[in-house]
């Protein structure tokens, strides 16, 4: 290759990685709340994060808070989700009644539009069970996006005791890619294993992971998993595989 | 959505703590961070 051309496409490859967003610190979200209202029992708090578009600074976050409807309720049947994303919640059209489903509650929350923009993600629902909470909707009402996911099923998170602990996930797919392995973290000498990969975006705990459904990768996209591992001698080898299959 | 195929573990590794390190192709039209997923070899 030319030392011109060369040049451009390090340059280029070098403004690619500069423009990428960098993990987020997670610990470093605020976790204040401006507003809260009386609730009826211990709320459980969770957040969604999303990037910043126009003139926007920093991770934009929206509450997402479990209440029950009395004290004595089995279920967590109280949603309050900080929509307009001002830390003030309970507003009005701020607060979700859910359907009780399978002995938890289910929320059908519809559109979301993203704070400070136009963006609006449709069809979100919020389910809570004693085991953990999940949610989907359809970003910019196209793609699924859902969580919170992890490696085992008793690893999915639940919401967290207090704003401090709260659950943070990162839905859609405004960021770089990231990967969540799903029951394969236990590979043999000599076998192959058929390594599961959710697609997405990692959250707060390694329950909390985002991802997509099948349509967010086309055919004829494909990951790439390399081994990183240690050969008798003690030295670092790698073996590349390819995963193409969906499930 | 899960992605998955075979990995293969070759007959000279030791037993222990390995990396899987996955991330999307250069020729992917999406982007992605990779990602180092802690396994055992046993």
């Known amino acids: 290759m030319p030392m011109l051309l060369s040049t451009l496409v390090a340059v280029q490859a070098a403004l690619s990685a500069a423009h990428e967003p960098p993990p987020i610190d997670f610990a470093a979200v605020p976790r204040t709340i401006v507003t809260q209202p009386k609730y009826v029992a211990a709320p459980r708090y969770g957040m969604f994060l999303f990037e910043p578009r126009g003139e926007q600074r920093g991770t934009q976050r929206m509450w997402l808070v479990l209440d029950k409807s009395s004290a004595d309720a089995e279920a967590y049947d109280v949603l309050y989700v900080d929509r307009d994303g001002d830390g003030v919640l309970g507003e009005e059209g701020e607060r979700f009644v859910g359907v009780a489903k399978d002995g938890g509650a289910r929320f059908e929350v519809g559109d979301l539009t993203q704070p400070g923009t136009e963006v609006v993600h449709t069809e979100f629902v919020l389910t809570w069970t004693k085991a953990s909470v999940r949610y989907q909707m359809l970003w910019q009402g196209k793609t699924k996006t859902m969580g919170g996911f992890g490696p085992y099923r008793e690893t999915y998170a639940s919401f967290g005791d207090s704003p401090a602990e709260a659950t943070l996930y990162v839905p859609g797919y405004d960021r770089p890619l990231e990967f969540e392995h799903w029951m394969c973290d236990k590979l043999r000498v000599g076998a192959s294993t058929d390594f599961k990969v959710f697609v997405g975006a990692k959250g707060s705990s390694r329950g909390a992971f985002s991802c997509g459904n099948e349509k967010l990768l086309p055919e004829g996209e494909h990951a790439i998993a390399t081994l990183i591992y240690t050969d008798e001698d003690g030295k670092e080898q790698r073996v590349r595989a390819e995963l193409h299959e969906r499930c | ?42």
Request: hydrophobic share 35%; glycine share 4%.
């Open chain 2, 1 to 42: 959505m899960l992605v998955h195929g075979p990995v293969r573990v070759p007959d000279n590794a030791r037993p222990g703590d390995a990396i899987v390190r996955v991330e999307l192709p250069t020729t992917s039209k999406f982007k992605s961070r990779p990602t180092d997923i802690p396994v055992t070899i046993e």
